[in-house]
């Protein structure tokens, strides 16, 4: 649908971003298999808005690149961010920054809205991705230390899970 770079719009080049691609994608169904998404971004080596469109609803979705170890412009998305399900004026999604890579992160914090804010002042969007990652994975441990706990037959044990649990939790509520 459109190209964001130097060239379309009046911004400075980025360092890790050239150019943003937006691609619109007209579902017959409500559901997206990620997988869809990661083959595109995997086989387009740019930055890529998604833009989802199913019954006049709109849902942006964006993956967060970081350019692959092995230097041959290839990327790697760690995780995808996207909006609920709204009306096409109410995307959240607004050009920001001067550089493309400015763009590209404010992008990324406004779909992923809360999950991004960064706690401390300066914080990079690399390390907002990495604290949300942390916070997803400490989250997993505790779904799966429950579902322990309601399946162990033993008391004491079972008080053992809950310490760890608390504890589990604790270091959730300090991120």
Request: charged share 30%; hydrophobic share 35%; net charge negative.
């Amino acid at each position: 649908r459109n190209k964001i770079a130097t060239t379309t719009v009046n911004l400075a080049p980025g360092t890790d971003v050239t150019e943003i691609e937006v691609f619109e994608v007209k579902l017959n169904s409500q559901t997206l298999d990620e997988g869809m998404l990661r083959q595109m971004d995997k086989e387009i080596p740019y930055h890529i808005l998604f833009i989802l469109e199913y019954q006049k609803q709109y849902q942006a979705w964006i993956g967060y690149k970081e350019a692959a170890a092995s230097g041959n412009k290839a990327f790697k998305v760690n995780g995808y961010y996207h909006t609920e399900w709204l009306e096409e004026d109410e995307l959240p999604l607004k050009l920001e920054g001067l550089s493309v890579d400015a763009v590209y992160e404010n992008f990324v914090r406004q779909i992923a809205g809360d999950k991004l804010k960064s706690e401390a002042a300066g914080e990079s969007l690399k390390e907002s991705v990495a604290r949300d990652e942390q916070k997803q994975a400490l989250q997993k441990q505790i779904d799966t230390l429950k579902a322990k706990i309601r399946k162990e037959k033993q008391l004491n044990k079972q008080m053992q899970m809950n310490n760890e649990l608390k504890k589990l939790k604790k270091e959730l509520e300090a991120m």
